[in-house]
């Protein structure tokens, strides 16, 4: 009878471990998969603009100026992150009052801004966060709330993103002979030391364009204006994936993503003796380990073919739209969405003109347009889901240009001083 009980308790000490061992708490805190999780990975379809932009569950998140807003998704209208009664937030002209409103944020060189676990990431390169020489993630509430800082980072990075845990950056320092030493480092979110990922190899090199998906970073490897490199790294081994050596190309080639598939652009500058004729450039798909390319159909055969357009993706769908440089931005400005064979779809109505370079790509509904005049800086939400072949196209903030360049300067103790005007 003794020898049963015994039995038994072993068998149910053997069930307790067992039943422990699948517990919730000890599966992995994040993802180790290649499929984007919007809850804990980077938001690269709004990774890497001029304009700062992420999106929540119920709305959109945007930087515009030295001011942080909410986009609410059912009205498409901008409000400040701010929640303090009587705050004029951007209207404000007195320094004190303006660096007091919650939705004040000093502009940052290491743009970054995620929404990740129900948590608003940003970045803030100033005294309010963050000692000399340091750039602070700062953590909040979805409504702006209950905000600490998580991390630094030097100020001196140029490129940022939060990824399944760390935070990622690009970072490029001089020594006191003026030579440069870069690479790509990451911290965990939750606290650490930092770690250098990915060294830099080339002379007067540095690295931008930073984007992640599932297991792996990639970034754009620069040197002058005569080098572009596509490279990645596995996040998990730490194995260093030399994508493209686009050494004689002449376009950054600036990553994307397809149906889980890397997506870029090789533009081809020609035979030097007849470089007009023998321009071409190809979209090109391939693995997330840069194996297995494939040129897509819609690549182009001559400057005159392509025509200042540019080809994207938002990881489902391809989209084309204008490059507003060389007075492109006097005329009407082109946006499209393609088939997989680069047949249009559908268009923003006639007689838009946008003088911004890239779209924010934007998530399942909405892509955004930025544009600026004399006058102003807005952000036009296109509806991602056609009516008749038509793409509606609504304003959701307008900015007047001196609050847009408006900026807050340090007096010599270190405290703020009065507004400056950054134009």
Not at 73 to 90: D, E, F, V, Y
């Amino acid at each position: 009878m003794g020898m049963k009980k015994l039995c038994a308790v072993l068998a149910f000490l053997l069930l307790c471990l067992s039943m422990a061992a699948c517990s919730p708490k000890e599966k992995a805190k994040y993802p180790t998969d290649n499929v984007y999780h919007p809850e804990t990975d980077s938001h690269f379809m709004y990774a890497g603009y001029d304009v700062q932009m992420t999106e929540s569950p119920d709305g959109y998140y945007v930087k515009m100026g030295d001011t942080l807003y909410f986009i609410d998704k059912k009205t498409l209208q901008a409000s400040p992150l701010c929640g303090k009664p009587n705050c004029r937030h951007q209207d404000e002209t007195e320094s004190e009052k303006l660096i007091a409103c919650d939705a004040f944020f000093t502009s940052s060189d290491c743009p970054c801004l995620e929404f990740q676990n129900g948590y608003l990431y940003v970045c803030a390169p100033d005294r309010l966060f963050a000692p000399d020489a340091q750039t602070a993630i700062v953590q909040m509430k979805p409504d702006g709330t209950e905000r600490k800082v998580v991390a630094t980072i030097p100020d001196t990075a140029v490129d940022c993103l939060i990824h399944r845990g760390y935070i990622y950056y690009a970072d490029r320092v001089f020594s006191e002979e003026m030579d440069a030493s870069y690479g790509i480092y990451r911290v965990p979110l939750d606290g650490g030391e930092k770690e250098l990922i990915m060294p830099g190899n080339l002379q007067g090199g540095q690295f931008s364009n930073l984007r992640a998906y599932g297991n792996y970073l990639y970034t754009l490897e620069v040197a002058s204006e005569e080098r572009f490199d596509l490279r990645g790294v596995n996040l998990l081994t730490g194995e260093q994936l030399p994508i493209l050596d686009v050494a004689d190309e002449l376009d950054e080639q600036t990553p994307y993503f397809k149906d889980g598939k890397l997506f870029t652009i090789l533009v081809h500058p020609g035979e030097p003796e007849n470089p007009e004729e023998t321009w071409c450039g190809e979209y090109v798909l391939s693995d997330l380990e840069g194996k297995n390319w494939e040129t897509v159909p819609f690549s182009f055969k001559s400057r005159e073919e392509n025509a200042n357009y540019i080809i994207v993706s938002d990881g489902k769908d391809y989209w084309r739209y204008t490059l507003p440089y060389m007075g492109m931005s006097e005329k009407p400005y082109l946006f499209q969405k393609l088939d997989e064979k680069g047949n249009v779809v559908a268009s923003i109505p006639d007689g838009y003109h946008i003088s911004v370079m890239m779209p924010v790509l934007g998530g399942e509904d909405h892509m955004f347009l930025f544009n600026t005049t004399e006058d102003y800086h807005e952000i036009l939400a296109v509806n991602k889901q056609p009516e008749n072949g038509e793409l509606k196209v609504q304003t959701c903030l307008r900015v007047s240009t001196d609050q847009f360049y408006r900026a807050i300067t340090f007096d010599r103790n270190g405290d703020y001083d009065q507004i400056a005007d950054r134009g």
